[in-house]
């Protein structure tokens, strides 16, 4: 009689583990997780308050620009639009970069791909993901001359980890924040839905910076918005009229905001490169977003540790 309710408790287990709903899976790529459900990237924003400098923020950017796609399909101005990544395995060869800002820069080595896809224009970010060690690598103004390979900066980030940056130092971006996990993916889009923040810049901004961002580099005054600054969208705003895919941005953008991460366009949206894209359709609909329907979070209730990217959930 024992080992028959010993065999039933078994199967009661194993069909209660079987009916149990499965834990939110985060973003992942190439097998890896771009950090953990509950890390400020991953985490909703939705029902947050509203920062109390948000209107004078929201102005100094702007109240009657729109915002607009940094990422789409082809070229403009003969250069791929966007930020692309690469996947690097045990079979990636390791270089060591001299770097411009050394002292706030983790030395490596780096992997890099051959033929590695490298931004275009003036930033030239160069972002690759090792799928063995489930480590980002990030590289800012990337290039190769005579001495060998050179940047003005690089971080290395544990995908796995909620360890942040030194304060004061930057990484591959202003905000001393990695790129990779605020960039729109198409993949993420045609599955209907984006899991988490988003990267945005603007013209304009101070010499403060806000948890989770780690340094700032100022191109305004104090009235200026800081670095890591959260902004999402009026859940008010009626998204319904708006392509399908354009609708996936908007519900992201309401859900889990963007982050403020660079200093560049205002309300200028980072994404991948990828040859789905239409462009057309993302500049023409997303311009019909303005800064006047966006508004700012407080994001100071998410913050369990100063040093740590882990957030407090809703």
């Known amino acids: 009689m024992n080992k028959m309710l010993l065999l039933l408790a078994t199967v009661l287990l194993l069909a209660s583990c079987i009916a149990a709903k499965p834990e939110p899976a985060g973003p992942q790529i190439g097998g890896c997780p771009v950090f953990p459900v509950e890390h400020f990237w991953n985490t909703p924003i939705d029902n947050l ?3 109390s400098s948000s209107s004078n923020w929201i102005e100094r950017i702007s109240l009657e620009k729109g915002l ?18 690469n996947l690097a395995d045990v079979r990636t060869p390791q270089v060591t970069f ?6 706030e820069s983790d030395p490596g080595p780096y992997p890099l791909p051959s033929n590695a896809l490298i931004e275009e224009g003036d930033d030239h970010h160069l972002l690759v993901v090792d799928t063995r060690s489930c480590k980002l690598y990030e590289l800012y103004k990337v290039r190769q001359t005579t001495k060998g390979w050179e940047a003005d900066s690089g971080a290395i980030f544990d995908l ?7 304060d004061g130092w930057t990484s591959a971006d202003a905000a001393g924040l990695p790129i990779l996990p605020g960039l729109v993916r198409y993949e993420e889009v045609a ?6 923040a988003l990267r945005f810049t603007a013209d304009w901004t101070s010499a403060n910076h806000l948890w989770p961002a780690r340094h700032h580099a100022a191109t305004g005054d104090a009235k200026d918005p ?8 009026r859940a008010d705003f009626d998204i319904s009229g708006f392509s399908p895919n354009v609708q996936v941005i908007l519900k992201a953008l309401k859900k889990y905001g963007m982050v403020l991460a660079d200093n560049g366009s205002d309300w200028f949206i980072s994404g991948v490169p990828d040859e789905r894209w ?13 800064g006047s329907d966006l508004e700012v979070v407080d994001t100071g209730s998410m913050k369990i540790e100063v040093d740590s990217g882990r957030a407090h959930q809703p």
């Open 68 to 85: 607009h796609p940094d990422f789409g399909s082809g070229t403009w101005n003969g250069k791929r639009i966007g930020i692309p990544y």
């Open 98 to 103: 001299i770097f411009n800002y050394a002292e």
């Open 160 to 166: 796995a980890s909620f360890t942040l940056r030194p």
């Open 49 to 51: 308050p509203v920062h």
């Open 226 to 233: 800081p670095m890591g600054m959260r902004v999402r969208l």
């Open 191 to 196: 599955e209907g839905e984006i899991k988490h």
């Open 278 to 290: 239409n462009n057309d359709v993302l500049v023409s609909e997303l311009g019909k977003v303005k």
